[in-house]
Every structure is written in structure tokens, then in C-alpha cells.
């Protein structure tokens, strides 16, 4: 079975700094997506940036970039020019080539960012 | 227009209570899904369906029983509520193309259910 580990339960960032989340997880498969999510305290889980596991380059969205290592099953998010409105619980999730789709989510990581 | 719309948003009810919480789609998304976020806010799939049909059944309860009369609408019927039922439940959707590829999920904005 898949897991996902998100091993820091918080994070803090000033105002326009950059933070990296940490994620790794632990899978047999060599065709997967990788997922980081975002949860404000709306409760809506927005996603945030998705790649695959085939492409090397890592993928971007604006601010956000992800540091892909298949081989050392790390897929780490580097949020830079931090905003308020980034503040949020990250979730890192996996999602397999089989499985009907499943999404295996990490535990999270509160993001706080402070002025 | 919501893309993913779950109701209600906010459930308080008694121990042993029968509760049903509704999802629709307008994503015209094939795969719908039901994910259990608990108070420690870690998400975990319960059901999933496509076109119909149940492709997912994690470790869940018999009192919890999903029906989807169509691929645009999958609901959540528990029986005989327990206080560990408490949490939110959010529903997903998302597109299958060329086999499994992975189609990001689309949520809805979750139900809160409180069980006293």
C-alpha cells in the first residue's frame, strides 16, 4: 500500500519569504501522480500543483514549484513571495495508476504566514 | 455556479439518528468520490463510483452506504450514528480519461456532521 509522510505539522513564513514543504512517500509503482492540495480555513481543498510521475521537469504554477526526486520519493513545495492568503493546511497526496482513482493524502502541514 | 455541491453543509444530530448527505456534479465527470477528513484533518477515501458504479469500497462500516442514481450525483446514506462518525465528509469528482490516468479531484466544500 501506498503511504505519504508529511513530516512537519507546521510551518512559518514571513510575509514575501520563500518556505518549502517537505513530502515523501513510499510506493512499487513507476507510474503515479503527485498532488499538493491547500485547505483554508473555508475548508475547500484547492489544488495546488500536480505532476507526473513520467516527466522530469518539476511543475510550476506562479508562485508555487515543486522539487521532484522519483528516486528518492520526494516531492517537496516550495511556495515563493509568501502571501497572506497562503496561509492554509498543505496536503501532499498520491495517486496511483490503478486503484480507481484513490488519492492517498499525507497528514497535512499548517502553513502560517506572519507579517 | 458550484462545480461540485454537497448538502448540507453543517449536520448536528443524535447518537442512533439516520442522516443522508447529498452530492451533484456539473463537471460532467464520470467518477465520483467520498472522503472522510477526521479531527486530526487526515483525509481518507471512502467510496468512489464510476459511471454508476462502485469501483472503491475502503474498510468502511455497513451503516454507511453510498447510492449514485446517476454520474452526476453520488449520496451518502449513514445508519445508526455513532459519535466516531463525527467529521467531515467531502465529496469529489473527476474526469477518467485513457484508462486510469490521474485526473485531478474536484471537492466540494465538505459537510460538517456532529454527532452528540
Known amino acids: 500500500a501506498q503511504t505519504v509522510t508529511q513530516s512537519q505539522p507546521e510551518m512559518s513564513v514571513q510575509e514575501a519569504e520563500t518556505v518549502t514543504l517537505s513530502c515523501t512517500y513510499d510506493?512499487?509503482?513507476?507510474?503515479?501522480?503527485l498532488f499538493w492540495y491547500k485547505q483554508p480555513p473555508s475548508r475547500q481543498m484547492i489544488l495546488v500543483i500536480r505532476?507526473?510521475?513520467?516527466?522530469?521537469q518539476n511543475a510550476t504554477e506562479n508562485r508555487f514549484s515543486v522539487n521532484f526526486q522519483k528516486a528518492a520519493k520526494s516531492f517537496s513545495l516550495k511556495i515563493s513571495d509568501s502571501q497572506l492568503g497562503d496561509a492554509a493546511m498543505y496536503f501532499c497526496?498520491?495517486?496511483?495508476?490503478?486503484?480507481?482513482?484513490?488519492?492517498?493524502f499525507g497528514t497535512g502541514t499548517q502553513l502560517k504566514v506572519e507579517l | 455556479d458550484t462545480a461540485v455541491s454537497q448538502t448540507p453543509k453543517y449536520l448536528v444530530t443524535q447518537m442512533g439518528n439516520d442522516k443522508s448527505i447529498k452530492c451533484e456534479q456539473n463537471?460532467?465527470?464520470?467518477?465520483m468520490y467520498w472522503y472522510k477528513q477526521d479531527s486530526k484533518k487526515f483525509l481518507k477515501i471512502m467510496f468512489s463510483y464510476n459511471n454508476k458504479e462502485l469501483i472503491i469500497n475502503e474498510t468502511v462500516p455497513n451503516r454507511f452506504s453510498p447510492k449514485s442514481p446517476d454520474k452526476a450525483h453520488l449520496n451518502l446514506h449513514i445508519n445508526s450514528l455513532e459519535l466516531g462518525d463525527s467529521a467531515v465528509y467531502f465529496c469529489?469528482?473527476?474526469?477518467?480519461?485513457?484508462?486510469?490516468?490521474?485526473?485531478?479531484?474536484?471537492f466540494g466544500s465538505g459537510t460538517q456532521l456532529s454527532v452528540l
Open positions: 510506493t512499487s509503482e513507476s507510474d503515479y501522480y
Open positions: 505532476q507526473e510521475a513520467y516527466k522530469q
Open positions: 469529489a469528482s473527476s474526469r477518467r480519461q485513457g484508462g486510469e490516468r490521474r485526473e485531478k479531484l474536484f
Open positions: 463537471l460532467g465527470h464520470d467518477t
Open positions: 497526496a498520491y495517486g496511483g495508476t490503478g486503484g480507481g482513482n484513490k488519492l492517498t
